[in-house]
Nanobody
């Protein structure tokens, strides 16, 4: 079992920045690929960014590529999502997820463990 707790969400104006954190506890954090997903009201959960176990490979949705950066610190059992140049369409609940695999998957069903989510609201 892996427990995931997100933090860092909030209200920000368009063009601003936020840094989300996801702290993991339980099994060895470094064995998991990690992903960030988001879900806006009335929409399906969508992939935002993912990172391999070692942090050597990252993957981004086209909508956030160049604005968001995912990183991880295996010594701290934490994965981060730095979000810059935020837009109102980035408003959603953001979730981190863990997947016991080498590759970075983009579909929610591939991930075994999920956090409770943190709200990000971007005002125009």
């Amino acid at each position: 079992q892996v427990q995931l707790v997100e933090s860092g969400g909030g209200l920000v104006q368009a063009g601003g920045s936020l840094r989300l954190s996801c702290a993991a506890s339980g099994r060895t954090f470094s064995r998991y690929a990690m992903g960030w997903f988001r879900q806006a009201p009335g929409k399906e959960r969508e992939f935002v960014a993912g990172i391999r176990r070692s942090g050597s490979v990252t993957r981004y949705a086209d909508s956030v590529n160049g604005r968001f950066t995912i990183s991880r610190d295996n010594a701290k059992n934490t994965v981060y999502l730095q979000m810059n140049s935020l837009k109102p369409e980035d408003t959603a609940v953001y979730y981190c997820a863990a997947d016991d695999t080498i590759v970075v998957h983009t579909i929610p069903g591939a991930y075994e463990y999920w956090g409770q989510g943190t709200q990000v609201t971007v005002s125009s």
